[in-house]
């Protein structure tokens, strides 16, 4: 299974990005996690085949998580960016009947998302 995120960049707070990740097959739980310098990786959020989503209590509001299922894409809209979002973003992906936090078989690459105040 490969993953190929993209969407990653440079914005000013309070501004928005859209991430998009797609897998090479179908897969039946895709989410996204980031990881910070010097901290660890953290789950972001989730989202099964059938469309039940669950995200992190610190993007909650701010972020949305959604798929595409022709297309075996998932997609994280990031709305209202603060610089503590500043991350490398990593999509995942099961292919087994894992719920929206997982866990996860298959990563991407990363794309880095860079918030400035």
């Known amino acids: 299974v490969q993953l190929q995120a993209s969407g990653g960049g440079l914005v000013q707070a309070g501004g928005s990005l859209r991430l998009s990740c797609a897998a090479s097959?179908?897969?039946?739980?895709m989410g996204w996690f980031r990881q910070a310098p010097g901290k660890e990786r953290e789950f972001v959020g989730g989202?099964?085949?059938?469309?039940?989503?669950i995200v992190a209590d610190s993007v909650k509001g701010r972020f949305t998580i959604s798929r595409e299922n022709a297309k075996n894409t998932v997609f994280l809209q990031m709305n209202s960016l603060k610089p503590e979002d500043t991350a490398v973003y990593y999509c995942?992906?099961?292919?087994?009947?894992?719920?929206?936090?997982?866990?996860?078989?298959?990563w991407g690459q990363g794309t880095q998302v860079t918030v400035s105040s």
């Open positions: 097959v179908r897969t039946w739980t």
């Open positions: 995942a992906a099961s292919v087994t009947g894992s719920g929206a936090r997982g866990p996860y078989d298959y």
């Open positions: 989202i099964t085949w059938s469309g039940g989503t």
